[in-house]
């Protein structure tokens, strides 16, 4: 096929099957993870953290679609990078 000579298509391809893999397998593990790292967290309680990562993740999807027709796109791809390595760091430091 034409499309599949086209390297940009195919990697990106690549990178999105890569990335939703990651998820899965970040996603999967995180009920697991909260229960050995919070203590008494039982497993319907992680799931209630999952459930809200999962709609945060959504809502932040839905406001940057927004926000590009406001903010330069590698702006705002700052912006989140910026506020994730915050989260991470947070999370690290409590």
């Given at each position: 096929l034409k499309l599949w000579q086209n390297r940009g298509l195919v990697h990106g391809v690549l990178a999105q099957f890569?990335?939703?893999?990651?998820?899965?397998?970040?996603?999967?593990?995180?009920?697991?993870?909260?229960?050995?790292?919070?203590p008494g967290m039982k497993e319907q309680q992680a799931a209630d953290?999952?459930?809200?990562?999962?709609?945060?993740?959504?809502?932040?999807?839905?406001?940057a679609t927004v926000?590009?027709?406001?903010?330069?796109?590698?702006?705002?791809?700052?912006?989140?990078?910026?506020s994730a390595a915050a989260c991470c760091a947070i999370a690290a430091l409590f």
């Open positions: 890569f990335y939703v893999g990651a998820q899965v397998c970040v996603w999967s593990y995180l009920i697991r993870l909260a229960q050995a790292n919070i953290l999952l459930l809200v990562s999962l709609v945060l993740f959504v809502a932040g999807r839905f406001v926000l590009m027709k406001f903010v330069d796109e590698r702006l705002l791809l700052l912006l989140y990078a910026a």
